[in-house]
């Protein structure tokens, strides 16, 4: 039985099979890592794929099994942190109000 892959709108457009789903032929000791560089993602790249095996979030080491279903998404990271004031209100500045 195959592993089935699905892969984000975005990441999609730079891999090598161009698909949104497709099979892969598992083989024993195949991990996440090893679909994410035959899918011709760099090292780097790979940081930023993150990726979900039978609706659990995985790390790219985790060993797959024969039927698995895995899920390559977009990892966002960043945002608003803990001194923005959009996420701290105790950290928002007064400004003097007045006209010109």
Do not use: C, Y
């Amino acid at each position: 039985m195959p592993v089935h892959v699905r892969m984000f709108t975005t990441l999609v457009a730079l891999s090598k099979t161009k698909q949104p789903s497709f099979d892969v032929e598992w083989r024993e000791g195949m991990t996440v890592a090893d679909i994410v560089a035959a899918e011709g993602f760099s090292e780097q790249d790979a940081e930023a794929i993150a990726a979900i095996v039978n609706n659990e979030q995985s790390e790219s080491d985790r060993t797959l099994h024969d039927g698995d279903e895995v899920e390559f998404i977009v990892n966002l990271q960043g945002g608003a942190g803990v001194d923005s004031p959009v996420e701290n209100p105790a950290r928002r500045v007064d400004t003097p109000s007045g006209g010109p």
